[in-house]
């Protein structure tokens, strides 16, 4: 894969990522918001991410899965 098609995929992503932190008011918990709910609202925005970079990189995915599956599994 060529390198600008790279860099504009890491662009791609990194907006959609900044786009979510900001939908969820995501950057540090405001005083008033309790610790546990802004875990489970981070949590959220973790899958969300992963569910977006899964439908528009399907094949990118798979092979970051695939090795995370199998550095975990060297770890135990």
Do not use: C, H
């Not at 791609?12 to 786009?19: F, G, K, M, P, W």
């Not at 405001?30 to 439908?55: C, L, P, S, Y």
């Amino acid at each position: 894969m060529p390198q600008s098609t790279l860099n504009q995929k890491i662009k791609i992503l990194e907006r959609d990522i900044s786009e979510i932190k900001k939908y969820l008011g995501f950057s540090v918990p405001k005083k008033d918001v309790d610790f546990e709910n802004w875990q489970k609202i981070k949590k959220t925005a973790k899958k969300i991410r992963e569910q977006i970079f899964k439908e528009r990189y399907p094949e990118l995915y798979a092979k970051l899965k695939k090795r995370k599956w199998k550095r975990n599994k060297n770890l135990s």
